[in-house]
């Protein structure tokens, strides 16, 4: 599944979209990846992403780098 998320970044981006509000507290996304993977997804995760520039209401996109953000915190704990 991770080839055809690089290869097609609009269909990657849909992937996170859809699991985003799905994600359980308590536990970190991607922690069973490798670290090399884990860094992928953070490379694509801030290329799709990118902080805003303005504040504004919180968005999917805000909901998805937060999701980025949290991926890689090594504590394995969500902090809201």
Do not use: C, H
């Not at 991770?2 to 994600?23: H, K, L, M, T």
């Amino acid at each position: 599944m991770w080839s055809a998320i690089q290869q097609d970044p609009e269909f990657g981006r849909e992937v996170f979209e859809g699991v985003s509000n799905v994600i359980k507290f308590g536990k970190r996304p991607g922690q069973n990846l490798r670290e090399e993977y884990l860094a992928d997804l953070y490379i694509f995760l801030a290329k799709q992403y990118p902080d805003p520039d303005e504040e504004r209401i919180v968005s999917l996109n805000d909901s998805i780098r937060t999701w980025r953000v949290y991926s890689t915190n090594s504590s394995g704990t969500w902090y809201v």
